[in-house]
């Protein structure tokens, strides 16, 4: 089971058990229909969720009141990601490490290492060449395709000459 990063559990809310989640997922929608998360590695069977902003309000069926709620604050929130129905043109971190990256005129520029999310701006994307690193903001205008079989994205070079960093 590969897990999906949520967010993290910031304050109980109310007096029901209620806790209120910190996203660092961006777009909470895609968690609206989860029948559980995960907490401390144990799935927790989720009564009701609902979302307002970078916020999930969560009633967990284990959970009985504002005591043991306050108990999970600080703890990591995740779905598995099996459970998750992302759009088309939306990806999982783990589907883009590790893919080739070229640009639409051919050129190879090498392979993902990290992504770097912070839920504010573009992600920024690591690459490993054969020189160094190479950092880009992940932006509409800059990606052709992705093929999340052959794990390759290709990029545009004029777009990806104007906001690419090379690090030696």
């Given at each position: 089971m590969e897990k999906f990063y949520i967010g993290k559990i910031v304050k109980a809310q109310g007096i029901k058990g209620e806790v209120k989640i910190k996203s660092e997922c961006g777009d909470l929608d895609i968690i609206k229909n989860q029948k559980y998360l995960i907490i401390k590695n144990q799935n927790i069977a989720v009564k009701s969720l609902r979302v307002n902003g970078n916020f999930a309000f969560a009633l967990f069926s284990t959970i009985a009141d504002r005591n043991q709620a306050e108990e999970l604050v600080g703890l990591d929130v995740y779905a598995e990601q099996s459970n998750i129905k992302l759009d088309d043109d939306s990806y999982f971190v783990s589907d883009m490490l590790g893919s080739k990256v070229s640009l639409n005129d051919g050129s190879e520029i090498g392979i993902i290492a990290d992504i770097i999310q912070n839920g504010k701006c573009a992600e920024i994307y690591t690459v490993k060449t054969v020189d160094g690193t190479?950092?880009?903001?992940?932006?509409?205008?800059?990606?052709?395709?992705?093929?999340?079989?052959?794990?390759?994205?290709?990029?545009?070079?004029?777009?990806?000459?104007?906001?690419?960093?090379?690090?030696?």
């Amino acid at each position: 089971m590969e897990k999906f990063y949520i967010g993290k559990i910031v304050k109980a809310q109310g007096i029901k058990g209620e806790v209120k989640i910190k996203s660092e997922c961006g777009d909470l929608d895609i968690i609206k229909n989860q029948k559980y998360l995960i907490i401390k590695n144990q799935n927790i069977a989720v009564k009701s969720l609902r979302v307002n902003g970078n916020f999930a309000f969560a009633l967990f069926s284990t959970i009985a009141d504002r005591n043991q709620a306050e108990e999970l604050v600080g703890l990591d929130v995740y779905a598995e990601q099996s459970n998750i129905k992302l759009d088309d043109d939306s990806y999982f971190v783990s589907d883009m490490l590790g893919s080739k990256v070229s640009l639409n005129d051919g050129s190879e520029i090498g392979i993902i290492a990290d992504i770097i999310q912070n839920g504010k701006c573009a992600e920024i994307y690591t690459v490993k060449t054969v020189d160094g690193t190479v950092m880009f903001p992940f932006l509409k205008d800059l990606v052709c395709s992705f093929d999340k079989s052959q794990k390759h994205l290709i990029l545009d070079k004029k777009r990806f000459d104007e906001v690419s960093l090379y690090e030696n």
